[in-house]
């Protein structure tokens, strides 16, 4: 199975559309879909980063970046509802640490402003989905108890 940031595909399927049905699976979340579009976005970004950055800024972009997929997939699998949104939080927490080094990247010269604006918008763009299903877990949580 190949991903590609844009249009992530697999089987024929793209990645990132609403998805009618059942969730099967934590790559059929549209928040996963988004962190793991942005994930792969901000990689390739950062392979232009300066060498000597390699283990830090750039280390630290990377981990924040994959970690919001990488959460929501965890948490997915853990089977309760309180474990799940703690990796959901934990996932929107990563958003907000790549956010702010987004910014350190620009700042530092290393990031063009076009492309970091373009990021930020497909990060807030995530961040919304997120919220929505942190939301939605809450009150399935609340309902539950």
């Not at 300066?50 to 970690?67: C, D, Y």
């Not at 949104?85 to 080094?101: C, K």
């Not at 990060?123 to 009150?139: D, F, K, N, T, Y």
Request: aromatic share 10%; glycine share 8%.
């Amino acid at each position: 199975m190949r991903h590609e940031a844009r249009g992530i595909r697999q089987e024929g399927k793209a990645f990132g559309c609403a998805m009618a049905g059942a969730i099967s699976s934590y790559q059929d979340l549209v928040a996963w879909q988004k962190a793991y579009a942005v994930g792969c976005q901000v990689y390739r970004v950062t392979m232009t980063f300066p060498r000597h950055e390699l283990f830090g800024l750039t280390s630290q972009v990377r981990r924040a970046a994959t970690s919001v997929a990488l959460n929501i997939a965890e948490g997915y699998g853990r089977g309760s509802g309180p474990d799940y949104l703690r990796f959901l939080r934990q996932a929107r927490g990563s958003q907000f640490e790549l956010d702010t080094a987004l910014m350190f990247a620009t700042d530092f010269g290393y990031l063009a402003l076009e492309l970091h604006q373009s990021l930020r918008s497909q990060l807030q763009e995530s961040e919304r989905v997120l919220a929505g299903l942190i939301r939605s877990i809450e009150a399935s949580i609340r309902t539950n108890d």
